[in-house]
């Protein structure tokens, strides 16, 4: 009897504990599962530092230059061009030899004015023998006249016949006035050939040195009086150079005449010269125009003061102009200013309940981005909002937000445009020997 008692129970047993086992699988998933997101939840609290680099804000004096490159040019050059068009037929002086003013330079073959010339002259000629036969002419018709005006005041010649003798002597002043117009206007074209037979000899205009040659006897030139002919050289003087230079947009309001720079010319390498900008051009030169492309440039002139090799024209420089010069001043590295940009709400009126409301985050208007640097205090970067002066190629001076000793951070790039925020946990290392490591890996 006690068997079968035992047989009825066991069934239930275990059914009791399939349920007990299965209560404690779903119990113990459900811990599992809650300390693993506690687990998750922890880790993610866990702030991760920002390595960065530093340096104290200190004084110091600053200079900002704006750079530019162009070419080595005298400041007196001279195109020397023909008037008119002909054969060359000397040209005395060779290229890099030295001219006096009024030294002949070159000749053209005036024979095609020869012709005109004489044609002229002869024209004249003619004109002038003309006049002096209209002048007897008139003699004769003033005498007629006097003498038949002398018989009608006597009754012996009719009023016709001394109009007719007074009609003669007009018609010769006449003739006479006409051709001494005549004249004129052939002395006129005469001068105009003599002038053009005056140009086939060209004269030096300057001293200075003969720079470009650009023909040789025998070539034909092109030239009228009213456009530039060809430009057969160019005489420069080379005791007074120049750098000429050109200068963008942004940076050209920042020169000014009489600014300091130095000037590197590439065929000394070894010397840096000194110089002043006397003048700024006004009209502006442009590349690229009508494209992404375009670039607009001013061309600077700068003199070199300081000229004692044989500097040539056309030789590469690279100029530093001087534009601000600030003594101590407060200056942090330039790559440790950047920009954030700060929301704000903007409130209006209600028209109808004349009331302010605030609008919504769809209605939050952008400032213009502020600079800003990062300080370090206690591990922790704090954001201040400054205001900059002037700058060199590596620190830029700030005039409002910070103080002297504070330390600010200057690296790394992407911690500086990206990363860093207000109160973020940084980890400052300075170690230049690992940073350098790290560049060249």
Same mark, same amino acid.
């Given at each position: 009897?006690?068997?079968?008692?035992?047989?009825?129970?066991?069934?239930?047993?275990?059914?009791?504990?399939?349920?007990?086992?299965?209560?404690?699988?779903?119990?113990?998933?459900?811990?599992?599962?809650?300390?693993?997101?506690?687990?998750?939840?922890?880790?993610?609290?866990?702030?991760?530092?920002?390595?960065? +680099?530093?340096?104290?804000?200190?004084?110091?004096?600053?200079?900002?230059?704006?750079?530019?490159? =162009?070419?080595?040019?005298?400041?007196?050059?001279?195109?020397?061009?023909?008037?008119?068009?002909?054969?060359?037929?000397?040209?005395?002086?060779?290229?890099?030899?030295?001219?006096?003013?009024?030294?002949?330079?070159?000749?053209?073959?005036?024979?095609?004015?020869?012709? *005109?010339?004489?044609? *002229?002259?002869?024209?004249?000629?003619?004109?002038? !023998?003309?006049?002096?036969?209209?002048?007897?002419?008139?003699?004769?018709?003033?005498?007629?006249?006097?003498?038949?005006? *002398?018989?009608?005041?006597?009754?012996?010649?009719?009023?016709?016949?001394?109009?007719?003798?007074?009609?003669?002597?007009?018609?010769?002043?006449?003739?006479?006035?006409?051709?001494?117009? *005549?004249?004129?206007? !052939?002395?006129?074209?005469?001068?105009?050939?003599?002038?053009?037979?005056?140009?086939?000899?060209?004269?030096?205009?300057?001293?200075?040195?003969?720079?470009?040659?650009? /023909?040789?006897?025998?070539?034909?030139?092109?030239?009228?009086?009213?456009?530039? =002919? /060809?430009?057969?050289?160019?005489?420069?003087?080379?005791?007074?150079?120049?750098? +000429?230079?050109?200068?963008?947009?942004?940076?050209?309001?920042?020169?000014?005449?009489?600014?300091?720079?130095?000037?590197?010319?590439?065929?000394?390498?070894?010397?840096?010269?000194?110089?002043?900008?006397?003048?700024?051009?006004?009209?502006?030169?442009?590349? =690229?125009?009508?494209?992404?492309?375009?670039?607009?440039?001013?061309?600077?002139?700068?003199?070199?003061?300081?000229?004692?090799?044989?500097?040539?024209? =056309?030789?590469?420089?690279?100029?530093?102009?001087?534009?601000?010069?600030?003594?101590?001043?407060?200056?942090?590295?330039?790559?440790?200013?950047?920009?954030?940009?700060?929301?704000?709400?903007?409130?209006?009126?209600?028209?109808?309940?004349?009331?302010?409301?605030?609008?919504?985050?769809?209605?939050?208007?952008?400032?213009?981005? +502020?600079?800003?640097?990062?300080?370090?205090?206690?591990?922790?970067?704090?954001?201040?909002?400054?205001?900059?002066?002037?700058?060199?190629?590596?620190?830029?001076?700030?005039?409002?937000?910070?103080?002297?000793?504070?330390?600010?951070?200057?690296?790394?790039?992407?911690?500086?445009?990206?990363?860093?925020?207000?109160?973020?946990?940084?980890?400052?290392?300075?170690?230049?020997?690992?940073?350098?490591?790290?560049?060249?890996?």
């Amino acid at each position: 009897m006690s068997d079968i008692n035992i047989q009825t129970q066991t069934p239930k047993t275990k059914t009791r504990k399939k349920k007990s086992k299965k209560k404690f699988l779903i119990f113990g998933s459900i811990l599992l599962i809650l300390l693993i997101v506690i687990a998750v939840v922890v880790s993610n609290k866990k702030e991760l530092a920002i390595e960065v +680099q530093t340096e104290p804000i200190k004084r110091m004096d600053i200079t900002q230059v704006v750079q530019a490159t =162009g070419k080595i040019q005298s400041e007196i050059q001279v195109n020397i061009s023909s008037d008119i068009s002909g054969e060359l037929i000397a040209l005395p002086f060779k290229e890099g030899e030295q001219v006096k003013k009024g030294d002949v330079v070159a000749k053209i073959k005036p024979d095609q004015y020869l012709p *005109q010339l004489q044609q *002229q002259l002869a024209g004249v000629k003619v004109q002038e !023998s003309s006049l002096n036969e209209q002048e007897v002419q008139l003699r004769k018709f003033q005498l007629e006249y006097d003498r038949i005006k *002398q018989l009608n005041e006597k009754g012996l010649a009719s009023q016709s016949d001394l109009d007719n003798a007074l009609t003669n002597v007009d018609q010769s002043l006449a003739s006479m006035n006409r051709i001494r117009a *005549q004249i004129n206007q !052939s002395k006129a074209s005469l001068s105009s050939v003599q002038y053009d037979l005056s140009k086939a000899t060209i004269f030096a205009p300057v001293n200075g040195t003969v720079t470009t040659l650009n /023909n040789e006897i025998g070539e034909k030139v092109l030239g009228t009086s009213f456009n530039q =002919g /060809n430009n057969i050289l160019t005489i420069s003087d080379l005791s007074k150079m120049e750098c +000429q230079v050109e200068v963008g947009e942004t940076d050209v309001t920042l020169v000014k005449i009489g600014d300091v720079a130095k000037v590197e010319i590439d065929a000394f390498p070894d010397r840096v010269f000194k110089g002043v900008v006397y003048e700024i051009g006004n009209s502006a030169k442009s590349t =690229g125009l009508g494209t992404q492309a375009e670039v607009v440039n001013f061309v600077v002139k700068i003199r070199i003061v300081d000229n004692d090799v044989d500097l040539r024209p =056309g030789m590469s420089c690279t100029v530093d102009i001087e534009v601000a010069s600030k003594s101590n001043v407060l200056a942090v590295p330039i790559q440790s200013v950047t920009t954030r940009e700060e929301e704000d709400e903007n409130t209006v009126s209600d028209e109808n309940e004349n009331l302010s409301r605030t609008k919504d985050l769809d209605n939050k208007k952008k400032n213009k981005p +502020q600079e800003v640097i990062f300080i370090v205090q206690n591990d922790r970067s704090i954001i201040k909002n400054v205001k900059t002066g002037i700058s060199n190629d590596t620190y830029i001076e700030i005039t409002e937000g910070v103080n002297e000793g504070e330390i600010v951070v200057k690296g790394s790039f992407k911690a500086i445009t990206k990363e860093l925020e207000n109160d973020t946990k940084v980890k400052v290392n300075n170690d230049t020997k690992k940073d350098k490591a790290k560049t060249e890996e």
